[in-house]
């Protein structure tokens, strides 16, 4: 059975109950002071909601899915787990797969992943 709580490599755990049962509109300050120390887990690592949404600055939030838009899109890499990674097929014949920023891709070294 899926975890109804885990979207994306995000676990939300509490912080979706919490937040499904808040009175919307909320604004982004008051929303922040009454949950944003609530954690969140990213692929092993635990963050406050304030670290993932407090730099939005939005004037406020008309309901619970707002918000989890806000948290899915300002989570870093970190909720990804392993880039590049597929356990679905293995490689083609012929087909040649490299790690994100592999030795012989200097023309990528800078390139960041969004």
């Known amino acids: ?6 979207e994306a490599g995000v676990e939300l755990g ?3 109950e919490s937040l499904t049962n808040v009175e919307y509109p909320i604004g ?3 929303l922040l002071e009454a949950h944003g120390d609530e954690e969140i887990e990213m692929s092993g690592n635990t963050t406050t909601l304030e670290e993932v949404i407090g730099p939005l600055n939005e004037d406020e939030y008309r309901d ?7 948290i ?3 989570v870093g890499d970190e909720a990804i787990g392993r880039k590049n990674y597929s356990d679905r097929t293995p490689p083609a014949a012929g087909e040649d797969r490299q790690d994100e920023g592999a030795p012989d ?4 070294s800078e390139q ?3």
Do not use: K, L
Not at 64 to 70: D, R, S
């Open 105 to 108: 891709q200097g023309d990528q």
């Open 72 to 74: 899915m899109n300002m």
């Open 28 to 30: 982004h300050d008051e």
């Open 1 to 6: 059975m899926p975890d109804e709580n885990r």
């Open 112 to 114: 960041e992943s969004f």
């Open 14 to 16: 509490d912080v979706q």
């Open 64 to 70: 619970y899915g707002e918000v989890e838009g806000a």
